[in-house]
């Protein structure tokens, strides 16, 4: 199992432009979230996807869009990008479990994205 | 904003010492987790505890939970120069498939 993949590694965009970031899991896991991390920070809630056809809004959804693809892959999207997006961003996925129960959630490698 | 508090930002000590790290939330969770994220790279999960449960222990990590101070600890015993890394503790507080809130991370740093 390769667990949960990113692409791209890296990306330079310039402002204004758009793009994709990828990720996908082959854990059948069947949620999936979005984080940033910005340098000397924890991560931040982008967007979720706790089923295949939901997504919710997480701490920081200005500027992105995301699409649950399927159950394996979650891409998220900058429509417009800003220098206030330049970032690291992981993706992650879970098994949904009950409330209180275990919640590990597993990590991509990560996108490490600079906007100019 | 952030819910969760890392302290301290930064330890340094040597090789086969013990380190501690705490952390302290806001509002009332399901389970605290903490991750160790090295350079560069994603986070890996370490150990949940549960809002029921007061320590627990896998390893050489102990952790313990004091729900009415709204805070955690994280100790990694017999340090190695391995355990250099970054760890977050993450709290998870609404339904089953909502993400988790982070802390700003303690930076470990293992002399040898």
């Known amino acids: 199992n390769a667990g949960v993949t990113q692409t791209p590694k890296f990306q330079v965009l310039k402002t204004g432009q758009s793009m994709t970031l990828q990720c996908a899991q082959d854990?059948?896991?069947?949620?999936m979230y979005w984080y940033r991390q910005d340098p000397g920070m924890g991560l931040r809630l982008i967007y979720y996807s706790a089923s295949e056809g939901t997504t919710d809004k997480g701490e920081v959804p200005n500027g992105y869009n995301v699409s649950r693809l399927n159950k394996r892959e979650f891409s998220l999207r900058l429509e417009s990008a800003a220098p206030s997006q330049t970032s690291v961003y992981f993706c992650a996925s879970l098994i949904t479990r009950r409330v209180s129960s275990y919640n590990e959630q597993f990590f991509g490698p990560g996108t490490r994205l600079t906007v100019l | 904003s952030q819910q969760g508090e890392e302290d301290p930002q930064a330890l340094s000590i040597q090789e086969g010492e013990n380190a501690t790290m705490n952390c302290s939330y806001k509002t009332s969770i399901n389970n605290l987790q903490w991750y160790r994220q090295n350079s560069g790279r994603g986070l890996v999960h370490l150990i949940l505890i549960r809002s029921n449960e007061r320590e627990k222990h896998s390893g050489r990590l102990r952790v313990t939970l004091d729900t009415s101070k709204k805070s955690s600890s994280l100790l990694i015993t017999a340090s190695r120069a391995a355990d250099t890394a970054s760890y977050f503790c993450a709290s998870h507080s609404g339904g089953g498939a909502d993400g988790l809130t982070f802390g700003k991370g303690t930076h470990l740093i293992i002399q040898p």
């Open positions: 854990m059948n896991h069947n949620s």
